[in-house]
């Protein structure tokens, strides 16, 4: 049984198409990215998934529950990390808590231990009387995760976790994760971050709404054709106007960072070699490019 599987799922605002018919199968167990820029449907989706939105289309199951059907045993049986952390900033780190644990009705017999685990995972000892609102966001958003495992859910939603924290913060949630993994439990998390993103056994990247790829993080950088070499020059956008210029063979560029990334045939190398350019492996950011754009070829044919 995968823990995750949906057919052609959709959900439409008037005449706003939010999800696409999105078909995807998550493996029990595993670390799954939901990958894409800020509106493509990464948060609609898991929403549904979590049976707190209702499909327009399509069908899903979670853990074996129709999630149109079965919504209240879906709710039961997951863990779910909104974006907004879903914490009470006027309670106690205990108390936030007290509260998430009378929510899963834990039995009194487990209750204490469980806060008590929690608050060691988030490294919130010493600290169980503070007012959440006086925690930074790296430790509201490990607080926040301890809320939502309390119940130990065979699967857990994480949408946009590690927005707005700093980079420290940021590993050390991702520790937690391949934690949580690696004791069985199938977590699925979106982000916008593609360094995120090699922390997964698979990806998905979604665009407009679109699941355009779905795959192993090293499989899906093995499908762009070509190589890709990397220029940098202090003015990227000047030199991506010279190659157009010039008609110079290529497969695509596009300004990354300090340089333009150049996608060609190896054969072509030698049009290049003025420009000092290096070899270099396609990184996630690379892939999720490429099918953006053979997705935008596709709708304008």
């Not at 795959?215 to 950088?221: A, F, N, Y």
Request: with cysteine; charged share 25%.
């Amino acid at each position: 049984m995968w823990a995750v599987e949906t057919e052609e799922l959709t959900r439409t605002f008037g005449d706003f198409i939010a999800v696409d018919h999105v078909s995807l199968k998550i493996r029990q167990g595993g670390i799954y990215g939901f990958l894409g820029p800020n509106g493509s449907g990464k948060s609609t989706t898991i929403r549904m998934l979590c049976g707190i939105l209702e499909p327009s289309a399509g069908s899903g199951r979670v853990m074996g529950f129709d999630i149109a059907r079965q919504s209240e045993q879906i709710k039961a049986n997951i863990g779910y990390m909104s974006q907004k952390f879903s914490l009470y900033d006027d309670l106690s780190v205990r108390e936030n808590l007290e509260f998430y644990a009378g929510m899963y009705s834990l039995p009194a017999a487990v209750k204490k231990s469980r806060i008590d685990e929690m608050i060691h995972m988030a490294g919130l000892i010493g600290r169980e009387d503070e007012l959440t609102a006086n925690l930074s966001g790296g430790w509201k958003q490990r607080l926040a995760l301890g809320s939502s495992i309390l119940h130990r859910p065979t699967i857990l939603f994480l949408d946009e976790p590690t927005g707005g924290v700093d980079p420290k913060s940021r590993r050390l949630f991702w520790d937690i994760i391949y934690d949580l993994s690696a004791a069985g439990t199938t977590v699925m998390v979106t982000t916008h971050f593609m360094d995120e993103a090699e922390h997964c056994d698979e990806i998905g990247f979604i665009f407009e709404g679109k699941l355009i790829a779905s795959d192993s993080p090293s499989r899906l950088k093995q499908t762009i054709p070509g190589r890709l070499l990397r220029i940098d020059n202090p003015d990227p956008m000047e030199l991506m106007a010279e190659l157009e210029r010039r008609q110079l063979p290529l497969l695509d560029a596009y300004v990354h960072g300090a340089g333009v990334h150049v996608r060609l045939r190896e054969t072509d190398a030698a049009a290049y070699e003025s420009y000092g350019g290096q070899w270099i492996q396609p990184s996630l950011e690379d892939v999720f490019v490429h099918y953006v754009k053979e997705k935008r070829r596709e709708v304008a044919a």
